[in-house]
């Protein structure tokens, strides 16, 4: 098999790894079609990962001179693309995950001369556009989460309605923890999990709710009072201390969270349609589905949170562009996005592709919900998802006080923002 897939288990040998060099290649074989290698690096897990895996390997069938090393650096891509940002020694392709402007826009090849470009959705073409009119990513797959629920849990707790408001959320999860189900599983293993769940909490607690006031201006220039943070944390430290967690919530690990959805096990969760995807890979008939984001009180509304997902980039100074391209190119057409989007149990950002899901009625019914950015991506400094990433561990263990986690917030807000 001509394909190369990595895993990098250490730091250490990720860096020598991705770091290693290499000469231009003639991209065009003696027969006349592409020939080289293209190295392609992404964070994307199961069932995402082996959606593009098989496009990938198709690509290397119809161009059979092309080798293409594509590679997942998992819960470590952020810091290692940092790293290489700072070589400025970046993949050929490479996913943006939700920062395709924020961080990324500077090193990325625009693609507005590509036909591709002029099919992704408008309800998500201005996350990948630069104030420049610049589009410098292509978003395979959208996002419009909330929390994962199961509608049977849901229904035998006695509900006829996904909980609207904070305080029904709270009383929600008291009900199915008296049925003996774990009401919001967190895997604190990895705790993406906990700064995931921070991050969709903190568009309802700080910027939609009615009380906002002007958080949202304040956070873009550098003024917020970091006092504004408490419930966010309160949030989860609440549901650790009334019991709504699973009970090794500081260790359990991800592999885990689609068997709990599956079999019935947890009621919520906070994460992706791709989650929900590889849930039914185990049990087909599971009934869940995903809620919007409730509201804190009852005159706040409920809400989406979306963006781009599964979006790939081209380094500006790849050796490699005319591989890229096409490759790019390849990815985007409308069968290919159709099956990664079908594999991993998400929206298409393409608008002429319309994959067949499960949940489009669910998502129907919210059909006149607004979505909103994830917070950290709108309204935080890149570099603060490492933040969220420590309190959201700490809060869970009971190592650190909500004080000290706006103190931790407010002083890496500060210093990324004197940085960028």
Known sequence: MRRILVLFFTCIFMLSSVFAGGAKEDQTSAEGGLSGTLT??????????????????????????????????????????????????????????????????????????????????????????????????????????????????????????????????????EDVKALGVIPVYITGKDTRNQAN????????????????GDNADRLYDGTFDWSKWAPVSTFLSELVKRGYTNVDATTADPIYTAEKLAFGEAMFNYNNQ??????????????????????????????????????????????????????????????????????????????DVSPELRLTPDFEAFSDLKTYPYFDREWLPSGMWATMRTIGGALTAGEMSIEESCKTMQDSYLSLMAQQ
């Open 40 to 173: 392609v690096a992404t964070n994307a897990a199961s069932p995402t990962y082996d959606a593009v895996e098989h496009i990938v390997e198709l690509f290397m069938e119809e161009n059979p001179g092309v080798e293409v090393e594509y590679t997942t650096y998992g819960s470590d891509y952020e810091n290692l693309m940092k790293a290489r940002m700072a070589a400025n020694d970046l993949p050929d392709v490479f996913a943006t995950h939700g920062w395709a402007v924020n961080r990324y826009a500077e090193y990325l090849r625009p693609l507005n001369d590509l036909e591709l470009s002029k099919r992704i959705s408008p309800s998500i073409v201005d996350t990948v556009t630069t104030d420049s009119g610049d589009i410098v990513a292509m978003p395979i797959t959208s996002e419009q989460s909330g929390m994962i629920y199961n509608k049977e849990i849901l229904a035998k707790a006695g509900w006829d309605h996904v909980p609207a408001t904070l305080d029904e959320f709270y009383q929600c999860c």
């Open 274 to 351: 791709a989650a929900i995807a590889d849930a039914w890979t185990l049990n087909p008939d599971a009934e869940l589905s995903m809620m919007p984001v409730p509201g804190l009180h009852e005159d706040d509304e409920q809400i989406w949170i979306g963006g781009e997902r599964e979006c790939y980039g081209i380094w500006k100074d790849s050796p490699n562009m005319e591989l890229a391209i096409a490759l790019l190119e390849f990815m985007a057409r409308p069968e290919n996005v159709k099956y990664v989007c079908e594999v991993a149990g998400m929206p298409s950002g393409f608008a």
């Open 197 to 212: 769940l921070m991050d969709i909490m903190a568009v309802s607690f700080l910027i939609t709710c009615n009380d906002s």
